[in-house]
């Protein structure tokens, strides 16, 4: 007469290589952290730290960006720091991109900051060195006033 109920095991929520979708009509206050991918479309006032993001035209940050790998179609007001870097023909950048693999810009980008690849983790090979020898020493010898003797040539009688 007694059913004995067995007890479900909860279901699994946790999926670290999914993909999250922000529409348009939502906006946050405040960072996202996340190991999956984010579709931005909406307004975020705040950090974003995922794996991979990609902020469609509509899509808007103001914070900093951080992930492996970031398409930007949309606005963004902050530092962007990522391996690869993809900048669509209407995105429109008012801060400093940092990148380590990859920069990739279609005409039209506004981009109102600076652009630095970063550290790869190799060491400087001699023809890097040498390299950077050479335009230190040419910006140096630039800098200095250049002295031109003055020949006064008598005329003849």
């Not at 906006?27 to 991979?52: C, F, M, P």
């Not at 492996?68 to 690869?84: L, R």
């Amino acid at each position: 007469m007694f059913e004995t109920f067995r007890k479900e095991e909860p279901k699994e929520y946790n999926n670290h290589n999914g993909r999250s979708h922000f529409g348009e009509t939502m906006q946050l206050e405040g960072d996202i952290r996340s190991t999956g991918s984010l579709d931005l479309a909406g307004l975020i006032n705040g950090n974003v730290y995922v794996s991979e993001v990609t902020i469609a035209d509509t899509g808007s940050v103001r914070g900093h960006i951080e992930a492996k790998t970031i398409e930007i179609n949309g606005h963004i007001e902050g530092k962007v720091s990522a391996d690869s870097v993809i900048v669509g023909k209407n995105a429109v950048i008012k801060g400093d991109i940092f990148f380590k693999d990859t920069l990739k810009t279609e005409e039209g980008a506004d981009i109102d900051g600076y652009i630095k690849r970063t550290n790869t983790g190799e060491t400087s090979t001699d023809e890097d060195i040498a390299i950077e020898e050479i335009v230190d020493r040419e910006n140096s010898e630039s800098m200095k006033p250049k002295i031109v003797p003055v020949v006064h040539h008598k005329e003849a009688v």
